[in-house]
């Protein structure tokens, strides 16, 4: 189970806990999104990522506290090889390709967590899918985006849902494409979107 960042509906928190497996990222549906959270995935450069490595409050958060796995979406390698294109092109993003992917590897191992940083194969994956939809110029694809594509590529015999997923948010992502793509996910019954009226789990999933 992915639970994004935005609406969930009534009586969705014991299902989501059901499951196998659940990602989540700001944590705030944590409650009436259930409260199981296997892994945490953040943005691992520029402003949210120093802001969470900063906060006492993030890191004191219960869904932060129980994960036994931060996943970092941003590949630094990729996000450095970005940094001189996007002076140019956004150059009010001065601090968006600084890394903080060790801030987030040393938290984890405070507190006897795995860290994972995603490859840079499963971003330039989702440009190049994303493409044929004909998106509008953007920075990056949302982080949600990317765990959708990484838990694809590593559970391929698992039964997969996403819940929260308004594609909307901040414009530097081509939010409007990311939709475009998670149909085509679902389409292909790759992917289940969540409605808690008609979805359980199997006993038989594979699991994590």
Known sequence: ??????????????????????????????GKGGRRTDVVAVCNTGRPAKSMLTSSEWRDKQAVVDASEIWSVRD?????????????????????????????????AETGKRHVVIDETVHEAVDAARGLHQPEPYVVPSSGLIVIAEILARHLDDDIANAGFGHAGWNGHPFSAERWLVESFI???????FNPSDFSFSSSSQGA
């Open 1 to 30: 189970m992915i639970v994004g960042n935005g609406e969930i509906a009534d009586g969705s928190a014991d299902r989501i806990d059901a499951a196998d497996l659940v990602v989540r990222f700001k944590c705030g549906s944590f």
């Open 76 to 108: 630094p390698q990729k996000f450095e090889a970005m940094r001189a294109p996007l002076a140019q092109s956004h150059p009010e993003l001065d601090d968006f390709c600084d890394d903080y992917t060790e801030g987030f590897a040393a938290f984890a």
């Open 187 to 193: 389409s292909a019954g790759r992917l289940r979107r």
